[in-house]
T-cell receptor, first 113, second 114 residues
Framework: KQEVTQIPAALSVPEGENLVLNCSFT??????LQWFRQDPGKGLTSLLL?????REQTSGRLNASLDKSSGRSTLYIAASQPGDSATYLC????????????FGTGTLLAVQP | NAGVMQNPRHLVRRRGQEARLRCSPM?????VYWYRQLPEEGLKFMVY????????ESGMPKERFSAEFPKEGPSILRIQQVVRGDSAAYFC????????????FGAGTRLSVL
């Protein structure tokens, strides 16, 4: 059974710092991995999608890497801003006919001005 | 192109009442997923539907919960005889026809059971 873990559970950094969020999964047979952002009381915004054959994806100040063999992904945020404050969720797609997502419990990020 | 629309955004029910949550997919999307986010927990898969068919309901509680995605109209998640433990945020996600590679999420319905 696939399990997804995210550490740390919470992180507080001063504005301008670069930071790394970690995601690990127990079964390396994944189809893809997505990083989402969730603001309080809001829905999910997809940030980056990495296919199982890819090593990384980049969008602006965000870079996500995937190491399937070790069951790890990282989300790197460069030059953090207060507007980056949110909960960041990692989700693994299991492929097959459904590709349902298995989510981690998230990292709550606070960027202090 | 409007995104995935869920309504209502907030729903309050008393114990024993029924809750009906609606999800209108993006244009051209025929795959619907429902996820539940309990307080202090991560999102958990509930059910996956295509038009008029339930494909995977392995995450649905065995009793009181049902889902449908009719040929016309939105997908409906129905919870009968709600209990306090049903209080949660319910998210719908949809994928384009023939593709389950990426899911687009709605803003969710927050159900509170009094």
């Amino acid at each position: 059974k696939q399990e997804v873990t995210q550490i740390p559970a919470a992180l507080s950094v001063p504005e301008g710092e670069n930071l790394v969020l970690n995601c690990s999964f127990t079964d390396s047979a994944i189809y893809n991995l997505q990083w989402f952002r969730q603001d309080p009381g809001k829905g999910l915004t997809s940030l980056l999608l990495i296919q199982s054959s890819q090593r990384e994806q980049t969008s602006g100040r965000l870079n996500a890497s995937l190491d399937k063999s070790s069951g790890r992904s990282t989300l790197y945020i460069a030059a953090s801003q207060p507007g980056d404050s949110a909960t960041y969720l990692c989700a693994v797609g299991n492929g097959g006919a459904t590709n349902k997502l298995i989510f981690g419990t998230g990292t709550l990020l606070a960027v202090q001005p | 192109n409007a995104g995935v629309m869920q309504n209502p955004r907030h729903l309050v029910r008393r114990r024993g009442q029924e809750a009906r949550l609606r999800c209108s997919p993006m244009k051209g999307h025929s795959h619907v997923y429902w996820y539940r986010q309990l307080p202090e927990e991560g999102l958990k898969f509930m059910v996956y539907l295509q038009k008029e068919n339930i494909i995977d309901e392995s995450g649905m509680p065995k009793e009181r919960f049902s889902a449908e995605f009719p040929k016309e109209g939105p997908s409906i998640l129905r919870i009968q005889q709600v209990v306090r433990g049903d209080s949660a945020a319910y998210f719908c996600a949809t994928s384009p026809s023939g593709q389950v590679n990426i899911q687009y999420f709605g803003a969710g319905t927050r159900l509170s059971v009094l």
